[in-house]
């Protein structure tokens, strides 16, 4: 098993068994002090809170997206804000303290610059190692200097090869 498809397992494992047994414990734990009737009160509370943080900061973050669109400008920053945005959103939506102030964190626009750059670096990563593997046909990634990326080389699709265009001769 490669090491990625480890990594994987481990975060199905956290995600589907110890985040819902965090939950439970955290629930019961805020239960036994404040009551039962008032954990579902602020749990309700805490969904009400969410679902305005997400419309607010969702309608905030479609105008930035339209914004860099139309001033031609790659909107990198409006798109990492959206995904963080909806990832909280759906955090928010399941019950229990501990995906809700995790949701909240990703949704305030205090703290997400820094979520924001852990997810850039995250997808930096990837972009970096699915950039750097080899092609599904066995060849080595064509960059300069490389088989075919530089000058003299096989010039395949997509390659730039310099030279000059001469006019055939005339029939």
Same mark, same amino acid.
């Given at each position: 098993?490669?090491?990625?498809r %480890?990594?994987?397992?481990w975060?199905?494992v956290?995600? +589907?068994?110890?985040?819902?047994l965090?939950? +439970?414990?955290v629930?019961?734990?805020?239960?036994?002090?404040?009551g039962a009737?008032?954990?579902i009160?602020l749990l309700? @509370?805490a969904s009400? +809170?969410? $679902?305005?943080l997400i419309?607010r900061?969702g309608a905030?973050?479609? /105008?930035a997206?339209n914004?860099?669109?139309? =001033?031609? !400008?790659?909107?990198t920053?409006?798109?990492?804000?959206g995904? +963080?945005?909806?990832?909280?959103? !759906?955090l928010?939506? %399941?019950?229990?303290?501990?995906?809700?102030?995790?949701?909240?964190?990703?949704?305030?626009p205090? =703290? /997400?610059p820094?979520?924001r750059?852990?997810l !850039?670096?995250?997808?930096?990563r990837?972009v970096l190692?699915?950039s750097?593997?080899?092609?599904?046909?066995? =060849?080595?990634?064509?960059?300069?200097? %490389? @088989?075919?990326g $530089?000058?003299?080389?096989s010039g395949g699709p $997509?390659?730039?090869?310099? $030279?000059?265009?001469i006019?055939?001769?005339?029939?």
């Amino acid at each position: 098993m490669s090491p990625r498809r %480890s990594r994987l397992g481990w975060v199905l494992v956290l995600a +589907l068994v110890v985040v819902p047994l965090l939950e +439970l414990y955290v629930l019961i734990q805020v239960g036994q002090v404040i009551g039962a009737w008032w954990t579902i009160l602020l749990l309700v @509370a805490a969904s009400i +809170l969410g $679902g305005w943080l997400i419309r607010r900061e969702g309608a905030r973050a479609w /105008r930035a997206l339209n914004g860099a669109i139309g =001033t031609g !400008t790659m909107p990198t920053r409006e798109l990492a804000d959206g995904a +963080l945005i909806l990832i909280g959103g !759906t955090l928010m939506l %399941s019950p229990g303290f501990v995906t809700d102030a995790f949701g909240i964190l990703l949704i305030l626009p205090v =703290t /997400r610059p820094v979520f924001r750059r852990l997810l !850039t670096a995250f997808v930096a990563r990837r972009v970096l190692v699915v950039s750097t593997r080899r092609p599904p046909g066995g =060849t080595a990634p064509r960059g300069p200097g %490389s @088989a075919g990326g $530089g000058p003299g080389g096989s010039g395949g699709p $997509g390659d730039v090869v310099q $030279g000059d265009v001469i006019d055939p001769p005339p029939r």
